[in-house]
T-cell receptor
Framework: GAVVSQHPSWVICKSGTSVKIECRSL??????MFWYRQFPKQSLMLMAT?????????EQGVEKDKFLINHASLTLSTLTVTSAHPEDSSFYIC?????????????FGAGTRLSVL | DAKTTQPTSMDCAEGRAANLPCNHS???????VYWYRQIHSQGPQYIIH???NNETNEMASLIITEDRKSSTLILPHATLRDTAVYYC????????????FGSGTQLTVLP
């Protein structure tokens, strides 16, 4: 299967700082990338969808000015949590879909656990 | 995407086959059945998908009933590392939309 790399896997930051999470498709071009958030004992919830070269589409209730998404190339999308607060602590997961092996299958990164102190 | 129903949890003895059922009675003709699993504190992992024929790969087999209203994921020889939440998702192949995750089935493989 295809590989999606997500970095970092774990980050701790102080309240008020910003954190950037990277999501890369290593062996295919990702025309669409998705960002999910997962709280303990809950299922994945979509935050936003990004298409290469376009502005991200955010789900209702997700603040676009707080969760900045950039999808500047066909292999890289970034999620920046700005002015993070303890309630932003969660497990953030990206996924990608695109061409070739990833045309009909969405592949996921390993996730990033964010802890805001 | 059609709604799916899965049991909340299942146990399986190590080395035995794990059979995970999924109901999707409102599935449309162009919708595929996808299976993913999420091991604790990891991102979801794609397992297998199919339209109407049974499918097999190195991880699992997928059996879809003739009326396509239900399916079963089979892990032929479960190991402790197969302990995870398994999600059955119905969607159109190649759709650019997100995956909608339900509650899934917590499979626990017992030694």
């Amino acid at each position: 299967g295809a590989v999606v790399s997500q970095h970092p896997s774990w980050v701790i930051c102080k309240s008020g700082t910003s954190v950037k999470i990277e999501c890369r498709s290593l062996d295919f071009q990702a025309t669409t990338m998705f960002w999910y958030r997962q709280f303990p004992k809950q299922s994945l919830m979509l935050m936003a969808t990004s298409n290469e070269g376009s502005k991200a589409t955010y789900e209702q209730g997700v603040e676009k000015d707080k969760f900045l998404i950039n999808h500047a190339s066909l292999t890289l999308s970034t999620l920046t949590v700005t002015s993070a607060h303890p309630e932003d602590s969660s497990f953030y997961i990206c996924s990608a879909q695109g061409q070739g092996v990833a045309k009909n299958i969405q592949y996921f990164g390993a996730g990033t656990r964010l802890s805001v102190l | 995407d059609a709604k799916t129903t899965q049991p909340t949890s299942m146990d399986c003895a190590e080395g035995r086959a794990a059979n995970l059922p999924c109901n999707h009675s409102t599935i449309s003709g162009n919708e595929y059945v996808y299976w993913y699993r999420q091991i604790h504190s990891q991102g979801p992992q794609y397992i297998i998908h199919g339209l109407k024929n049974n499918e097999t790969n190195e991880m699992a087999s997928l059996i879809i009933t003739e009326d396509r209203k239900s399916s079963t994921l089979i892990l032929p020889h479960a190991t402790l590392r197969d302990t995870a939440v398994y999600y059955c998702i119905v969607r159109v192949a190649g759709s650019a939309r997100q995956l909608t995750f339900g509650s899934g089935t917590q499979l626990t493989v017992l030694p």
